[in-house]
């Protein structure tokens, strides 16, 4: 990926790496490589730390599961953790996990944690959605929704929001009375974001949701419907409405992406770099390095030192090379960062 002058000039804006202290001890993550992203991290930061080894089990299970276990202080995880994982590390631990956002996931490459995109046949005339829209579409009434452990009544909401008939996003003629039909994934990390992100931890999806698998995954069994037969069904599919990622369009002339406004926001965004760069998108997501904020000693100091190198202008920059995720904006970094303290 090329990066705009835009966006390569905010990470010449993010505070440097100023190490706090020395660090020559082994450090562990365990997980996933987050696009080769970690070795990367490792090399940058024995540049400061040059006595600092790692260990690393790249994987491809869980990361929390090693922070929980003990076997790592690193969880990498291209994806939110999810209810068993808070409940299991809580029951373990005695506490909750920290997941601490390193980078923002890709635009449109396959396993890169990319962002959702919501998807309507070329001859729809709607050109763009609100979050609170995209919940009465996909969503159903809901008592609340679950924040980590804890279940939270805020989340609920009725069923006079629910949005079933195209009419009511302000279609008129035969639209108006169409109901909408919907396509998405079937439980995954997709939804998990979906679910976190739309529907406040809510797990109530429209009755008519239709779901499908990554094709190509590990998931597709023999007979499965994949993303390429949803994206195949919308095509041929005036009123239906699918979520996405940007690349299972390719070859699919008659769909395209809407824009969409964050949460309480007139401003509609397209799904493109500069949005997912600067996360004016609300769909972009983040991958993680999931660590355990209650631990104590030499490791979890070189834990907090490593993570302060990845959240700087020096760890930003390092995403740059890699070509696959977006650095995170000041402003989410700097939120980060506090996590640390």
Not at 70 to 81: D, K, Q
Request: hydrophobic fraction near 40%.
């Amino acid at each position: 990926m090329e990066y705009s002058e835009e966006t390569v000039q905010a990470v010449e804006e993010l505070p440097p790496y100023v190490p706090g202290t020395r660090f020559s001890g082994v450090l562990r993550h365990f997980g996933v490589s987050l696009a080769d992203m970690i070795p990367r991290w490792e090399d940058g930061f024995r540049k400061f730390h040059p006595d600092a080894r790692f260990e690393d089990d790249l994987c491809k299970a869980s990361g929390i599961i090693g922070v929980m276990t003990g076997v790592a202080e690193l969880g990498a995880s291209g994806r939110e953790s999810v209810l068993t994982e808070f409940l299991s590390f809580g029951e373990k631990l005695k506490r909750m996990p920290a997941e601490i956002a390193v980078a923002t996931g890709a635009l449109d490459v396959a396993g890169g944690s990319y962002g959702l995109a919501a998807f309507v046949h070329e001859s729809n005339p709607i050109t763009g959605l609100n979050v609170d829209q995209l919940d009465g579409i996909f969503g159903a009434e809901r008592t609340g929704g679950f924040k980590e452990i804890r279940w939270n009544p805020t989340a609920a909401r009725g069923a006079e929001k629910d949005i079933r008939t195209w009419g009511q996003l302000g279609l008129e003629d035969h639209w108006a009375d169409a109901p909408i039909q919907t396509y998405g994934f079937a439980q995954t990390g997709m939804t998990t974001f979906f679910e976190r992100e739309v529907f406040g931890g809510g797990r109530k999806w429209n009755p008519n949701y239709r779901e499908y698998v990554e094709a190509g995954s590990k998931q597709q069994a023999p007979g499965a419907l994949t993303t390429k037969d949803m994206m195949a069904a919308l095509s041929e599919n005036p009123y239906g409405i699918a979520l996405a990622g940007l690349y299972h369009a390719d070859g699919f002339e008659h769909v395209r992406p809407l824009q969409l406004a964050p949460h309480g926001s007139e401003a509609f965004y397209a799904p493109d770099a500069d949005s997912f760069a600067t996360r004016k998108y609300p769909l972009a997501r983040n991958v993680y390095l999931v660590v355990d904020p209650g631990a104590e000693g030499p490791q979890a100091e070189g834990t907090r030192e490593y993570l302060r190198y990845v959240l700087s202008r020096d760890g930003q920059r390092a995403i740059l090379d890699q070509g696959v995720y977006f650095p995170l904006p000041q402003e989410i970094l700097l939120r980060e960062r506090a996590k640390l303290s």
